[in-house]
């Protein structure tokens, strides 16, 4: 069983930056496709970004509300995933969660369904 550990979440004010970490417990895990998730108070859990893997190379998939303010990347084994979020607003606050799968689903990428989830790291802006 694979665990995925989250770390770097914390208070930050509003126009601020944070990166937040997911790593895979077991080392030798090396996954097609990572992802992170959010949930904010009262709402439901919805798609930040994704990260894939294949053998026409690296590609990234961002939410609207996040792109040009979030990045996605990873380390080269593909068993730790970053959220670099710049640009950080209030609206951004939420429990982030990283998710990741052996294998590429286009079709539900967004959505909840993953191999893998995380415990989730809480990220909060103050304005």
């Known amino acids: 069983q694979v665990h995925l550990v989250e770390s770097g979440g914390g208070l930050v004010q509003a126009g601020g930056s944070l990166r937040v970490s997911c790593a895979a417990s077991?080392?030798?895990?090396?996954?097609?496709?990572m992802g992170w998730f959010r949930q904010a108070p009262g709402k439901e859990r919805e798609f930040v970004a994704a990260?894939?893997?294949?053998?026409?190379?690296?590609?990234?998939y961002y939410a609207d509300s996040v792109k040009g303010r979030f990045t996605i990347s990873s380390d080269n084994a593909r068993n730790t995933v970053y959220l670099q979020m710049n640009s950080l607003k209030p609206e951004d606050t939420a429990i982030y969660y990283c998710t990741a799968d052996r294998a590429i689903r286009q079709a539900t990428m967004r959505g909840l369904e993953h191999d893998y989830w995380g415990q989730g790291t809480q990220v909060t802006v103050s304005s």
């Open positions: 077991e080392r030798t895990f090396s996954s097609r496709m």
């Open positions: 990260i894939t893997w294949s053998w026409d190379g690296t590609r990234t």
